[in-house]
């Protein structure tokens, strides 16, 4: 969905380096997410965030953390990053309802 | 607790064929359902959604899906698929606090010409 972007798309680095992953929304959402998907496991929710002041962590939250800049920006940050986490990273949004609006991704290699 | 099971990890389909990925969900309550599309490259995109209004659905790209509670199944179907189909599905249920979405595994649809 065109209204929500990240960046970057692609991305490779080295264990140990800090990596910021970004997320914007035109959609006017108060609800932002981070999932991480690996092949055959589907989505999994990293953190969540109901509104700039509202931070929660989901189901596999170790080693990441986010900043929840403003309604339409949340970051996600790995503060030293490792192999295990090479992976495809998506950002999403809801307006309260179940429905959520994903971005296109981003493809982190960790070596 | 809410949980979805994807029967089929991958699916080989001939252009023209039907297309059926199947899909069961477990929830202590009525679940809003959704199927979500993900072209390679791309991110997901929503084909369609239950939310307790009519049992049969329908999405775009002519996709439809039947809620069948006594079954708890979802599955999704269209009648004839055409090579723009080829990709990968997603079940998912909705949680009951705050709509948390929880996904399946994932269906991987081939389409051969």
């Known amino acids: 969905d065109a209204d929500v972007t990240q960046t970057p798309r692609n991305r490779i680095t080295k264990t140990g380096k800090r990596i910021m992953l970004e997320c914007s929304q035109t959609?006017?959402?108060?609800?932002m997410y981070w999932y991480r998907q690996d092949p055959g496991l589907g989505l999994q929710l990293i953190y969540y965030s109901f509104d700039v002041k509202d931070i929660n962590k989901g189901e596999i939250s170790d080693g990441y953390s986010v900043s929840r800049q403003a309604q339409a920006k949340f970051s996600l940050s790995l503060e030293s990053a490792i192999p295990n986490q090479t992976a495809l990273y998506f950002c999403a949004t809801s307006g309260g309802g179940d429905e959520q609006f994903f971005g296109p991704g981003t493809r982190l290699t960790v070596l | 607790a809410q949980s979805v099971t994807q029967l089929d990890s991958h699916v080989s389909v001939s252009e023209g064929t039907p297309v059926l990925l199947r899909c069961n969900y477990s929830s202590s309550y009525s679940p809003s359902l959704f199927w979500y599309v993900q072209h390679p490259n791309k991110g997901l995109q929503l084909l369609l959604k239950?939310?307790?209004?009519?049992?049969l659905v329908k999405g775009i790209n002519g996709f439809e899906a039947e809620f069948k509670k006594s079954e708890t199944s979802f599955h999704l179907t269209k009648p004839s698929a055409h090579m723009s189909d080829a990709a990968e599905y997603f079940c998912?249920?909705?949680?009951?606090?705050?709509?948390?979405?929880?996904f399946g595994a994932g269906t991987q649809v081939v389409v051969t010409p």
């Open positions: 998912v249920v909705s949680g009951l606090s705050w709509g948390k979405l929880q």
């Open positions: 959609k006017g959402h108060d609800r």
């Open positions: 239950y939310t307790s209004a009519a049992t």
